[in-house]
């Protein structure tokens, strides 16, 4: 009798299993069912991943807000405490924004890296922090642009480097956000040759190369 009224209890805990409805399970703070994450995924709504390009979950913006990084948009005061100018509008590559130092780090200072051709600098956009890393690796002089932003601490963060060149004209047409910048040529991490980088002038935003001897301006990036 006690197999019996056993085997009527599982039947009946089964039946009802069976007629459960699965999403009642998506409030109940408990990763089960089908689900893939807490309440979120298999029969509930997607779990966010705040990389795939959909605002989703609790996300209050395209992967961003609610479980992922806190949103922000150009203007904003980044978490080093510099001004977002730039955003890329999803966190591929484990980067979303770009924020710029609040001053120049340097006034006047040569490019940096020592006398040779580096060789595996990028100008495009989101590559200033691998060239400053490349040439870091190889030698740089101080003072110099390069080791100006390698050695900044601001804000709590330790990961400020040269814009690319793109970067850089990128900061040059957002410049009245960024705020302190002076009508002449600012350093790029950009390679054109052994002798020469890349410069952007502040006054019109031309573009060309100089040679790394020459002393100029220096500002500092970090992306995030």
Do not use: H
């Not at 957002?174 to 006054?203: C, H, L, M, P």
Request: proline content about 3%.
């Amino acid at each position: 009798m006690k197999t019996l009224n056993l085997f009527l209890f599982m039947l009946v805990i089964a039946l009802f299993s069976c007629g459960k409805d699965e999403k009642s399970t998506c409030t109940d703070g408990i990763q089960n069912g089908a689900e893939t994450g807490v309440d979120c995924g298999g029969d509930c709504n997607p779990c966010p991943t705040c990389t795939d390009g959909i605002q989703n979950g609790s996300e209050t913006g395209i992967d961003c807000g609610g479980d992922c990084t806190r949103c922000y948009v150009i203007g904003d005061i980044g978490p080093g405490n510099g001004k977002i100018f730039y955003d890329k509008g999803n966190s591929n590559q484990d980067w979303r924004y770009l924020e710029a130092a609040p001053s120049d780090q340097e006034e006047a200072v040569i490019w940096g890296g020592k006398d040779k051709f580096i060789g595996n600098t990028s100008t495009a956009l989101g590559f200033g922090f691998e060239n400053t890393s490349v040439v870091y690796q190889d030698g740089v002089f101080i003072p110099s642009a390069l080791w100006s932003c390698i050695d900044l601490k601001f804000g709590g963060k330790g990961d400020w480097f040269l814009p690319s060149k793109d970067e850089l004209l990128l900061m040059y047409q957002k410049k009245a956000i960024i705020g302190q910048f002076t009508n002449g040529a600012y350093w790029s991490s950009s390679e054109v040759r052994k002798e020469d980088a890349w410069i952007v002038e502040f006054s019109n935003g031309d573009t060309y190369d100089e040679l790394k001897t020459r002393k100029i301006r220096a500002r500092a990036i970090r992306k995030f």
